[in-house]
């Protein structure tokens, strides 16, 4: 590290790299006295901000300085604040501290055309440069989008930016086209702004703990660095791999009819997911499952008998909890009793609505409602039943005006899934079976990834949509990989269905081309099963079975992906990953999966073909082997069924890619 001096100011260098400036006119941190309201509906945040004051922290003084190791202290009047910088394995590492609990905006170098990517979980797009990003967990659905695509469809729909669309997982962490990462340790509501283009700006409502710069000659290298840092701890049990993962609800009878039917038309079914093994609840939103955690003994007679007779024959058996209870559900009035329920200010219980009915939040800072989580739902009611997986979903919802057992909800509503997730790790990881079993998330923060199994991503409309549907998937893998979140995948089909917005046999099959290609290969039934296209159904079945055989013989070479994503490296990756330079992305909606194969699904409706940008290196189509040479486009015919996917030439999996037939 080297501080240069010069104008009244200073910049600071790392191995010929620019860190950061400060001077008077631009100075690297400042103060600000900034308000910061949240109003939650439906677990939607709206959150309004105003800047009362910036404070910038003009004055400086170099407490220390050598090679290794920089102190440095900014001030302005009373505010002051210490920079301690270490070096070390082309990391640095800023601590931080302040004598006054305000926020700050730290303010780093940027240049016209660099590109920067992650941010957690956004779905609109991958570089994020000329945006600003929120950093505040929040539920990615909104009622207005849905409302204009079907009740008023006969405006056109335009499709929502960035900038309007929020996420369940946001995160404090972000990569450059330049090839460093810079993460934050904070936990509290923030912007990251991109939009100057020879700066960023990175404004906090409470001074983070700590910043890390890390730097690297390769994207791979700078995941791996970051990964040290907060390990991925994601996988999956070997026998997720063996085909696909039917979603199917409506008591164990019909489920152990479709899987039948599914497996006598030879297809490769590996589980089936059923969210609503503990009861079903019809709203006007359409059937959801009943908020109580045990079996629901009349759908689902005789469950653990009936779960092993699947699993005799491959196919495991999958649930679903989420970290709410029914209002007035055995359940909540047991948990209530115990004063294990958040609850409001006046010392009730806090109820959240979703949809039309209200439901009451575990207080996951009691030690006594993790306990029951864990020993009763988790391992009693699910896994000694015989479920081998299950989606934990939601944690998004943590109000900020609520009152914990411990703790404060505003500084801990973005870390609420990680908690969540951590909770559901412990359950299994402690379970006699743990090895066999998995759950899946939809919401995370920073350091989620070292808990969770498996991410997915959200809950997607049924069309082929860039702002909320089947392109959405894509941008949103890309940027968790960046972030740290290596292991990713969506629901078959997507999930929102409502008025004339529903899937078809297009739309399904050609998400399933898609997702034949990422580590978990599972449907969803969708919010209204009874009009959406299923796996099942006679019109799809055979493509469907051909997709599923073709990921289950992927089965090495995914389990290879995804030895790679424990070392912080993205399964499913942009197309300008592997070759370092991001001069070479030409398509966001097209993914390598892993070092050698190369996927281009078609997102858009009654598209008979597909343009390809295939990158450099040689490759052969994975359906029919004809040869390309890379680093050129091509226009490719895509018949439905027929994934567009392509493999690298005398790579370490050439002789298991050239076996593959659909």
């Excluded at 700050?104 to 055309?113: D, E, H, I, L, V």
């Excluded at 079945?541 to 290879?560: N, S, T």
Aim: glycine residues 6%; contains cysteine.
């Amino acid at each position: 590290m080297h501080i240069s001096r010069a104008s009244g100011g200073i910049s600071v260098t790392y191995k010929d790299r620019l860190v950061f400036n400060h001077s008077k006119e631009m100075p690297f941190v400042s103060a600000l006295y900034w308000s910061v309201k949240q109003t939650s509906l439906h677990g939607t945040f709206k959150v309004n901000t105003k800047i009362k004051k910036v404070v910038p922290l003009t004055e400086f003084s170099i407490i220390s300085e050598d090679n290794k190791k920089i102190e440095l202290q900014f001030t302005n009047g009373n505010i002051s604040l210490v920079v301690q910088i270490t070096a070390q394995d082309d990391v640095l590492r800023f601590a931080l501290n302040t004598n006054e609990d305000i926020a700050y905006r730290f303010t780093f170098p940027s240049t016209k055309k660099e590109g920067f990517f992650g941010g957690g979980e956004q779905y609109r797009q991958l570089n994020l440069k000329g945006e600003k990003i929120v950093n505040f967990v929040s539920e990615h659905i909104k009622i207005k989008p849905i409302v204009q695509k079907t009740i008023f469809k006969f405006i056109p729909y335009k499709p929502k930016k960035n900038k309007d669309i929020a996420t369940y997982s946001p995160m404090t962490t972000f990569m450059s086209s330049e090839k460093y990462g810079i993460r934050f340790d904070v936990d509290v509501y923030a912007e990251s702004d991109f939009k100057n283009e020879d700066y960023s700006t990175f404004t906090f409502e409470k001074c983070p703990r700590s910043i890390s710069i890390f730097y690297g000659d390769s994207f791979k290298e700078v995941n791996m660095m970051m990964n040290k840092d907060i390990p991925n701890r994601e996988y999956l049990p070997e026998w997720a791999y063996d085909g696909m993962i039917i979603g199917v609800q409506g008591g164990i009878n019909r489920v152990v009819e479709k899987a039948n039917k599914m497996r006598d038309m030879g297809v490769a079914v590996c589980g089936v997911w059923c969210q609503d093994w503990c009861g079903k609840k019809v709203t006007a939103a359409g059937s959801q499952v009943y908020w109580n955690w045990s079996q629901d003994k009349k759908r689902y007679a005789n469950l653990k008998e009936e779960i092993a007779k699947l699993k005799e024959k491959g196919i495991r058996f999958l649930g679903y909890i989420n970290p709410y209870l029914v209002k007035d559900g055995p359940m909540y009035n047991d948990c209530k009793e115990r004063g294990y329920l958040v609850k409001n200010k006046k010392g009730d219980i806090y109820h959240i609505k979703s949809t039309t009915f209200y439901a009451a939040m575990m207080d996951l800072t009691n030690a006594g409602m993790i306990e029951y989580l864990q020993e009763k739902i988790i391992k009693e009611n699910m896994l000694d039943l015989g479920i081998d997986g299950y989606m934990a979903d939601f944690g998004e919802y943590l109000p900020v005006d609520c009152v914990l057992h411990n703790g404060n909800p505003k500084e801990l509503h973005n870390v609420w899934p990680t908690i969540w997730a951590k909770a559901n790790r412990e359950a299994i990881d402690s379970h006699k079976r743990s090895k066999e079993i998995f759950f899946f998330t939809r919401s995370g923060y920073n350091g989620v990834q070292e808990y969770t199994t498996m991410m997915w991503n959200g809950d997607q409309h049924t069309d082929f949509s860039v702002d909320y549907g089947m392109a959405c998937v894509m941008p949103a893998t890309f940027n968790l990989g960046f972030s740290g979140m290596s292991a990713a995948h969506s629901d078959i089909g997507g999930f929102i269905s409502f008025a004339s917005l529903k899937r078809d046999e297009e739309l399904f099959v050609r998400w399933m081309e898609m997702n034949t290609f990422s580590p978990l290969l599972r449907s969803h039934e969708t919010i209204r099963p009874e009009i959406n296209v299923q796996p099942y159904d006679d019109s799809i079945i055979e493509k469907v079975g051909k997709l599923a055989k073709l990921h289950k013989e992927l089965k090495p070479y995914i389990m290879h992906c995804m030895s790679d994503a424990n070392n912080g490296i993205p399964v499913m990756r942009p197309d300008f990953y592997n070759l370092n330079n991001f001069d070479y992305h030409k398509d966001l909606y097209s993914f390598m999966l892993g070092d050698e194969i190369y996927v281009a699904p078609v997102i858009e409706k009654g598209a008979k073909s597909r343009i390809v940008h295939l990158p450099k290196g040689e490759w052969k189509n994975l359906i029919n082997k004809q040869e390309y040479e890379g680093g050129k486009t091509y226009t490719v015919e895509a018949p439905i069924g027929t994934p567009l996917a392509f493999y690298l030439v005398n790579g370490r999996f050439t002789t298991l890619f050239e076996k593959i037939k659909l």
